[in-house]
């Protein structure tokens, strides 16, 4: 057993859990969509992303790592909002 | 000094470090990393470790990771599993003076600029949308305490992406510590102190952060869910700690970058656990000779 399949199995536990307990259908899809095209983004395009050259260039500064990383405040906000939907 | 590529007996290690270069240009680089190392073991102190622009400084750290990376646990250099007697590079555990700039983790790995300053914007606005919703400001009705944990446990794993991205962790060891508690962040486990008796007596929103967490939240932690998630978290846990004290990076091979899509496509077949330190160090000193040629 690898820490990626214990992740992937932590990832697909709670997205059952938040598909039986999240009242708002429409929330649940929006959670699974971000955070399944994060966890795909991650295992596809690597945790570190390697920089090309010096200098303030745009891949010095934003690589794809960044974009997972940017899904997964996408996720939060959104398990956030299920939050209060669930109050 | 550095003990990877100067010592005047080379380490089996560093042959086979060596062994990836062309064997001229190789020959270079050794006298390039070895001016590297030099200048390293004092530019450490004087501040000079990898900052953004730095070209020097980039390579200098991949030079000096692969220097750590050859380091026991202990800190103590070692050639080839036999102590050396040369004077290991004196490197904190964290360079303070380059928070949230370096352009290279602990090991050596590449780091963009923006990452970790994202989890630091989203958990100024989660931690004021909490604020509002906890009903600190009166605009908003106070969420019950179940939803408001569960809300609260989202934001835990952005803490330890924080402590992980930000902080310049400048050993392997210390690197592969934090990284640890960044993936423990998200599945991850009790609060420190309690035990777990009391833990699992009291409400089931305050047992556990990250993944678990959550599912705590929304089923109670001693529902098969619970048990199950609290499992796993174990597991991690365990991989996690034997990375540690194996000194190893709980990286996964495919999602170490390669230079090249063509590289990690055919890598990305492969499930690996840990990348030991030599691994590492072979990946790294391929990058260094490939960043030198290029």
Known sequence: ???????????????????????????????????????????????????????????????????FHALTCVTAALQIAAAVAMG | MCM??????????????LSLAQAPRGVEDGQ????????????????????????????AARTNARCSASRGLTG????????????????????????????????????????????????????????????????????PARALALARWTTVGFYGSVLFHLVPWSRTQ??????????????????AGASWRKELTRAPSHH??????????WVGLLSPPGVLSLALTGATLALCVGCVTCSRTPLLRPLTRRSSPAQWAGAAGTACMGVSAVDSAQHRVGSVCAHLHG
């Open chain 2, 76 to 143: 103590g250099a070692v050639c080839g599993g036999a102590p050396c007697a040369e004077e290991p590079l004196s490197v904190e555990w964290v360079e303070w003076r380059i928070f949230g700039r370096h352009t290279s983790y602990g090991n050596g790995t590449p780091r963009t600029l923006a990452r970790g300053w994202v989890h630091v914007l989203a958990l100024a606005l989660l931690e004021l949308m909490l604020l509002a919703c906890a009903g600190r400001w009166g605009a908003l009705t106070p969420l």
């Open chain 2, 208 to 217: 556990s952060v990250g993944f678990t967490g959550q599912v705590a939240a």
């Open chain 2, 32 to 59: 390039r990393a070895r001016r590297l190392c030099a200048a390293r073991a004092g530019g450490a102190r004087a501040g000079a470790w990898s900052l953004p622009g730095d070209r020097e400084g980039v390579v």
């Open chain 2, 174 to 191: 210390s690197y592969n510590a934090a990284l640890c508690l960044d993936f423990m962040a998200i599945t991850c486990v009790r609060r």
């Open chain 2, 4 to 17: 990877c590529l100067s010592h005047t007996r080379t380490p089996p290690d560093a042959l086979r470090l």
């Open chain 1, 1 to 67: 057993m690898t820490r990626r399949n214990i992740v992937l199995a932590q990832f697909a536990l709670t997205s059952m859990v938040e598909a039986v307990c999240i009242p708002n259908k429409w929330l649940v899809a929006l959670i699974w969509v971000t955070k399944w095209v994060a966890f795909l983004w991650y295992i596809t395009f690597g945790r570190h992303d390697a920089q090309r050259g010096s200098g303030l260039t745009i891949r010095n500064v934003w690589g794809d790592h960044d974009n």
